[in-house]
């Protein structure tokens, strides 16, 4: 993933604690939901844009963002639905 967001010109930026914490989840799933999380926020950040991902263990709280646009209010409601997508052919990485 660092590869990928380097090639776009983009800061891939790991504020992670030293402290470890613990959730009940598949770890697999789990993989798969954070390799799509930055996947998604690498297509969507502007080229030299920044990309921070942050854990706190006080709260047990992993977090991703990146300076990208916001995701428009009408489509929340859809964005867990298996196979919604609003990328368009130029924002699809191959």
């Known amino acids: 993933m660092g590869f990928k967001a380097l090639e776009a010109g983009i800061t891939l930026e790991l504020k992670l604690t030293d402290a470890v914490f613990q959730i009940?989840?598949?770890?697999?799933?789990?993989?798969?939901?954070?390799?799509?999380?930055?996947?998604?926020?690498?297509e969507a950040t502007p080229p030299?844009?920044?990309?921070e991902i942050t854990t706190n263990t006080q709260l047990s709280l992993?977090?991703?963002?990146n300076n990208g646009d916001p995701i428009p209010v009408e489509i929340e409601d859809k964005l867990f639905s298996p196979f919604f997508s609003n990328k368009t052919e130029d924002r699809v990485s191959a």
Do not use: F, H, P
Not at 30 to 37: A, F, K, R
Not at 48 to 51: E, F, Q, S
């Open 24 to 42: 009940n989840a598949d770890a697999s799933l789990l993989e798969q939901v954070l390799i799509n999380v930055i996947k998604n926020a690498i």
């Open 48 to 51: 030299t844009g920044l990309i």
């Open 62 to 65: 992993l977090e991703i963002s």
